[in-house]
Nanobody, 125 residues
């Protein structure tokens, strides 16, 4: 019923940029907010950014604040993650997520009801 599909990952040099895209085919009946998590090898999935559909409020992890921007296109049921000034530490598998608990603080994996398949981002030094 709900399907999240990410795209836009790839290999980029330090200081470069990438834009990730996620389409939610079941947003109107599932998620009030969408966002992004990432997972490094051997580490737990961590919250990166989120945006709610109704008001457009945005949240960011301190690790990416000022470098990443999350945005939405309601007409296309799509969210984006613009990543600038990329660092080697940003190398990870990035997941698009859906949630109905946008106001949870802190936002964790326990508040996510839908996960995309992930898209790999690799930043070379």
């Amino acid at each position: 019923q709900v399907q999240l599909v990410e795209s836009g990952g790839g290999l980029v040099q330090v200081g470069g940029s990438l834009r990730l895209t996620c389409v939610d085919s079941g947003r109107t009946s599932s998620s009030s907010a969408m966002g992004w998590f990432r997972q490094r090898p051997g580490k737990e999935r961590e919250y990166i950014a989120a945006i709610d559909w109704s008001g457009g409020s945005r949240l960011y992890s301190e690790k990416v604040w000022g470098r990443f921007t999350v945005s939405r296109d309601a007409d296309k049921d799509t969210v984006y993650l613009q990543m600038d000034s990329l660092k080697p530490e940003d190398t990870a598998l990035y997941y698009c997520v859906g949630t109905n608990l946008f106001n949870a603080r802190p936002l964790t994996s326990q508040h996510v009801h839908s996960w995309g398949q992930g898209t790999q981002v690799t930043v070379s030094s």
